[in-house]
């Protein structure tokens, strides 16, 4: 065994760089490091990365995760959320771990799947990275093919839309080209830590209602 890594400890907000690691070795680390960990990995080109993430970390991601939930069920878009899934593909040597991720367009798919295959089935539409440790890896995403990354960092939500092989910055995610979520996410992510999670998500539903379906909401 090349690591006994249960015996390494990656204090919240650090992270452990590995140099050299196969692809062999890598999926050793994965199995041994378990599905039931904080910890997250991303794997490129033999360099693989161990981070733990601060609760900040934690608590935005699963608020941003909340926010494009309803949305998705406000616009009656089916989708399937992986969470932090492990995504993996050999042949690219590439391996990440999101914060979030949903299949979108390509939710059919998906649906019900215990197991994923990079080699033969459809990466996440849209992957969420919440960069309180500098830990996204925009380029393993790219490799991976996945259409869309929202990167948010310093309260600034980023959106990037994979553009011939390259993620180019945008101003509206076309998965919802009518909302301006740039905005939009920051600012309820930020009344939910003020005014709480429950009624934040009522008036964000509110909002999203009143502005895709306006007639709807003065009828």
Same mark, same amino acid.
């Given at each position: 065994? $090349?690591? #006994? !890594?249960k015996?390494?400890t990656?204090?919240? =907000?650090?992270?452990v760089l590995?140099?050299?690691?196969?692809? *062999?070795?890598?999926?050793t680390i994965?199995?041994?490091?378990?599905?039931?960990?904080?910890?997250?990995?991303?794997y490129?080109?033999?360099?693989?990365?161990i981070m733990t993430?601060?609760?900040?970390h934690e608590?935005?991601k699963v608020?941003?995760?909340?926010?494009?939930?309803?949305? $998705?069920? #406000? !616009?009656?878009?089916e989708?399937?959320?992986? =969470?932090?899934t492990?995504?993996?593909?050999?042949?690219?040597? *590439?391996?990440?771990?999101?914060?979030?991720?949903?299949?979108i367009?390509n939710?059919?798919?998906?649906r019900?799947?215990?197991r994923?295959?990079l080699?033969?089935?459809p990466?996440p539409?849209?992957?969420?990275?919440?960069?309180?440790?500098?830990?996204t890896?925009?380029?393993?995403?790219?490799?991976?093919?996945?259409?869309?990354?929202?990167r948010?960092?310093?309260?600034q939500?980023?959106?990037?839309?994979?553009?011939?092989?390259?993620?180019v910055e945008?101003e509206?995610?076309?998965?919802?080209?009518?909302?301006?979520l740039?905005?939009?996410?920051?600012?309820?992510?930020?009344?939910?830590?003020?005014?709480g999670?429950?009624?934040t998500m009522?008036?964000?539903?509110?909002?999203?209602?009143?502005?895709t379906?306006p007639s709807?909401?003065?009828?």
């Amino acid at each position: 065994m $090349l690591l #006994e !890594l249960k015996r390494i400890t990656v204090p919240p =907000g650090q992270r452990v760089l590995l140099n050299s690691i196969s692809w *062999q070795e890598f999926e050793t680390i994965l199995n041994e490091l378990g599905e039931h960990r904080a910890a997250r990995v991303a794997y490129a080109n033999g360099t693989l990365e161990i981070m733990t993430p601060l609760p900040e970390h934690e608590v935005s991601k699963v608020l941003i995760g909340d926010l494009l939930k309803a949305l $998705l069920e #406000e !616009l009656n878009i089916e989708f399937w959320c992986l =969470g932090s899934t492990t995504f993996k593909h050999e042949l690219m040597n *590439q391996g990440i771990e999101p914060d979030d991720c949903f299949y979108i367009q390509n939710e059919a798919a998906i649906r019900g799947r215990d197991r994923l295959d990079l080699t033969i089935d459809p990466p996440p539409d849209l992957a969420i990275e919440v960069d309180v440790t500098s830990r996204t890896h925009p380029a393993i995403y790219q490799v991976l093919g996945v259409p869309e990354l929202w990167r948010f960092e310093k309260a600034q939500l980023q959106i990037n839309v994979l553009q011939a092989g390259q993620y180019v910055e945008v101003e509206f995610s076309p998965n919802f080209p009518d909302l301006p979520l740039r905005q939009m996410i920051p600012e309820y992510l930020q009344q939910a830590k003020t005014i709480g999670r429950n009624k934040t998500m009522r008036l964000f539903r509110q909002r999203v209602q009143k502005t895709t379906f306006p007639s709807k909401e003065s009828s």
